[in-house]
């Protein structure tokens, strides 16, 4: 990797639009006032960067759940699985990973698995790390069928200033670990329930790479990580 691949980074089909409306009102805004322009072309370079999708070094380790999300750990919580994805009535471990505007905000599988639903739920914009957010807030939910018959769900929340969640994986898709399946807009969080008896490998305020990040080992009999900052 060069240095210019360091900055520059491929963008998601869904961002050229956008990107392409800010770029026009900074046309017209260096007309009006110079000034107004360069705040414009500040805007337009965040918006490139927002829907930025780099490419991601994936563990192919079998067994490993990876982070679907860029962003912050804001919650480890035990939690039932939103009901609309027909997942047993039964409180599992829910990790919760709050993307900010800066964050990359492409959504990847965490694991290999077969889609057995994908649930859309309209709801509220309050912030995306509150706790309540799981419950009251638009959201998503995909869950997955692993190899070894077990399930996860996977859910997109809609943040405070989120006002489109995108997934574009349909039932019965077989996803690969670390695929691409999802995209939320301008702030959100992506929970993840995990198996029963997993345990996280992961701490709350430790920052995650979506696809990278191992947030769980299946195989693994590893207790659950604490942390603390230095």
């Not at 260096?30 to 965040?46: D, K, M, N, S, Y």
């Not at 965490?110 to 509220?124: F, H, Q, S």
Request: glycine share 8%.
């Amino acid at each position: 990797m060069n240095m210019l691949d360091t900055f520059i980074k491929p963008m998601h089909p869904e961002g050229r639009k956008f990107v392409a409306i800010f770029a026009l009102i900074s046309l017209v805004l260096f007309v009006i006032w110079e000034p107004l322009g360069w705040l414009g072309l500040g805007a337009t370079i965040w918006c490139y960067y927002f829907f930025r999708d780099p490419r991601r070094a994936v563990p192919q380790r079998e067994g490993l759940l990876v982070s679907p999300a860029d962003g912050v750990i804001s919650l480890i919580e035990p939690a039932v699985p939103p009901a609309e994805l027909g997942l047993p009535d039964t409180a599992l471990t829910r990790v919760s990973v709050f993307m900010n505007v800066f964050n990359c905000h492409v959504n990847r599988a965490p694991i290999a698995g077969t889609v057995t639903a994908v649930a859309y739920r309209p709801g509220k914009f309050l912030n995306a790390s509150l706790d309540k957010a799981s419950v009251d807030n638009e959201r998503n939910g995909l869950a997955l069928r692993l190899a070894d018959g077990r399930q996860i769900a996977v859910v997109q929340i809609a943040g405070l200033v989120a006002r489109r969640i995108l997934c574009w994986t349909k039932p019965e898709t077989r996803l690969a670990t670390g695929e691409r399946f999802g995209l939320i807009r301008f702030g959100s969080r992506v929970d993840v329930y995990l198996p029963d008896g997993v345990a996280p490998l992961v701490a709350i305020g430790q920052t995650m790479v979506a696809g990278e990040t191992v947030i769980a080992d299946l195989a693994g009999t590893e207790p659950a990580r604490t942390a603390r900052t230095l």
